[in-house]
């Protein structure tokens, strides 16, 4: 699924907030058919969305518990 189709499904579906969310880092995950969506919940609808199929979805939270990012 490209990132053009994934948004609209991505809107369908009920965002869950992690529930290691502080004030400042806040993010919001959403899973849909064939796609994962991450947003900023401060920002909610209006937050831009990273849109990850699922073997990408499991690669980036891999990197993130790995600190890869840190």
């Known amino acids: ?12 579906t009920t965002w869950r907030k992690s529930t290691r969310s ?5 993010i919001e995950v959403a899973s849909a058919t064939d796609v994962v969506g991450v ?3 401060k920002l ?4 831009p969305v990273l ?3 699922g073997s990408s979805f499991g690669a ?3 990197a993130i ?6």
């Not at 490209?2 to 991505?10: F, H, I, K, T």
């Not at 502080?22 to 806040?26: D, F, Y």
């Not at 518990?65 to 840190?70: E, G, N, T």
């Open 60 to 62: 980036f939270i891999d």
């Open 51 to 53: 849109a990850f199929d």
């Open 65 to 70: 518990k790995a600190r890869r990012f840190d």
């Open 22 to 26: 502080t004030e400042n880092a806040c």
């Open 44 to 47: 909610g609808v209006a937050s």
């Open 1 to 12: 699924m490209d990132r053009e189709s994934a948004l609209p499904a991505l809107t369908r």
């Open 39 to 41: 947003r900023d919940s």
